[in-house]
C-alpha cells in the first residue's frame, strides 16, 4: 500500500514568515501534485511536478519533488492571511490512481 | 470554462437509506474520479470511471457504486447509509492521455447521515 505522509501536521505562523511543508513516501510517484483547500470546498489543484529535482515557483510559493521521486516540499516565503488552508499533496501512481497525504492544516495569524 | 460540478451540495439522510451524488466534469474531460473525505481519513480514493468503464477501483465495500454515462457526466450512489459514510464526496475530473494528467475538484457534497 502506497502512503505519503506530510508534516507538519499543524502550522500556526504569523503573517510575514516563511515556511516550508514536506511530502514524504517510500514509493516512487510519475508525477506530485500540490493542493490547497479551504473548508467546505474541494481541493484547488497549486502545482503538478513531473521531474526528479525540479523546482516550480508560483508567485511566493516554491515547490520542489526530490530527485528519487518519493518527496516533496512547499517553501511560502511571506506567509500572509490568505494562505491559510489545508495543503495537501497526491502521488500519481502511474495513472492508477492517486494517493493523498493527510494534509498540513496552516493557519497564518495578521 | 466551467468547473466541476456537483449536486446537492448538502444532503442529510438517515440510516439504512440509500443516495445518489451527482457530478460533471469540465467539459472535454472523461475522467471523473470520487472521494470521500473525512477527519479522520483524509482524502480515500473510491473509484474512477473513463468512458463510462470504471478503470481504478479503491478500498470501499459494495455498498459504494458509480457510474459514468456518455456525456461523462458520473453518478455515486451509497445503499444502506450507516453513520460513518458521514463524510464530503468529491468528485474530480480529468484529461487523460497526458503524460501527467491533472485532477480539477468540484465542491464536493457533503453528506451526514443521522
Known amino acids: 500500500t502506497q502512503l505519503l505522509e506530510q508534516s507538519p501536521q499543524f502550522l500556526s505562523i504569523q503573517e510575514g514568515e516563511n515556511l516550508t511543508v514536506y511530502c514524504n513516501s517510500s514509493s516512487v510517484f510519475s508525477s506530485l501534485q500540490w493542493y490547497r483547500q479551504e473548508p467546505g470546498e474541494g481541493p484547488v489543484l497549486l502545482v503538478t511536478?513531473?521531474?526528479?529535482?525540479e523546482v516550480k515557483k508560483l508567485k511566493r510559493l516554491t515547490f520542489q519533488f526530490g530527485d528519487a521521486r518519493k518527496d516533496s516540499s512547499l517553501h511560502i516565503t511571506a506567509a500572509q492571511p490568505g494562505d491559510t488552508g489545508l495543503y495537501l499533496c497526491a502521488g500519481d501512481n502511474y495513472g492508477q490512481n492517486f494517493v493523498f497525504g493527510p494534509g498540513t492544516r496552516l493557519s497564518v495569524l495578521p | 470554462k466551467a468547473g466541476v460540478t456537483q449536486t446537492p451540495r448538502y444532503l442529510i439522510k438517515t440510516r439504512g437509506q440509500q443516495v445518489t451524488l451527482s457530478c460533471s466534469p469540465i467539459?472535454?474531460?472523461?475522467?471523473v474520479s470520487w472521494y470521500q473525505q473525512t477527519p479522520g481519513q483524509g482524502l480515500q480514493f473510491l473509484f474512477e470511471y473513463f468512458s463510462e468503464t470504471q478503470r481504478n477501483k479503491g478500498n470501499f465495500p459494495g455498498r459504494f457504486s458509480g457510474r459514468q454515462f456518455s456525456n461523462s457526466r458520473s453518478e455515486m450512489n451509497v445503499s444502506t447509509l450507516e453513520l460513518g459514510d458521514s463524510a464530503l464526496y468529491l468528485c474530480?475530473?480529468?484529461?487523460?492521455?497526458?503524460?501527467?494528467?491533472?485532477?480539477?475538484f468540484g465542491p464536493g457534497t457533503r453528506l451526514t447521515v443521522t
Open positions: 474530480a475530473s480529468s484529461l487523460v492521455g497526458t503524460s501527467s494528467y491533472e485532477q480539477y
Open positions: 511536478v513531473v521531474t526528479g529535482g
Open positions: 467539459s472535454g474531460h472523461r475522467s
